[in-house]
């Protein structure tokens, strides 16, 4: 398969995010932790099947926090974060991916994410 940026290269790279880990790791990461391995990420299918992901990190007694139980065997066995995926670009769009992601995200992002928390602060002070 060649890579689905360049069209001209093998797809080699394997652990490709579909997201950017920096934009959503506010949204799948346990709260208040930051870095990768993480996530705690449910999936929902159109046929009704649901999935979850946990990351290496996640602690046992967080897990069973935010589920009410501990991980099935089956569970822990189909533990597959599909958020990243193999083969779909190749090495050299990959780094580029890279240099745009890490670029955005300490230029743009965390600028945004501040301007937001200012934001939010203002409106909380004035309800």
Do not use: W
């Not at 001209?8 to 208040?32: P, R, V």
């Not at 190749?90 to 501040?114: A, H, P, Q, V, W």
């Amino acid at each position: 398969m060649s890579c689905l940026l360049c069209k001209e290269n093998e797809a080699n790279q394997t652990g490709s995010h579909i997201f950017t880990h920096s934009l959503i790791s506010k949204c799948i990461n346990e709260q208040g932790k930051n870095g990768r391995d993480r996530e705690i990420m449910f999936g929902f299918s159109q046929s009704g099947e649901k999935s979850l992901f946990v990351g290496r990190k996640v602690l046992p007694d967080n897990l069973t926090e935010v589920l009410g139980r501990e991980l099935t065997d089956d569970e822990i066995e189909n533990n597959t974060n599909g958020a990243v995926v193999d083969n779909i670009y190749c090495s050299n769009c990959e780094k580029l991916f890279g240099i745009i992601e890490s670029d955005f995200s300490s230029k743009i992002l965390t600028n945004i994410r501040d301007n937001v928390f200012i934001v939010m602060n203002i409106q909380t002070i004035f309800l």
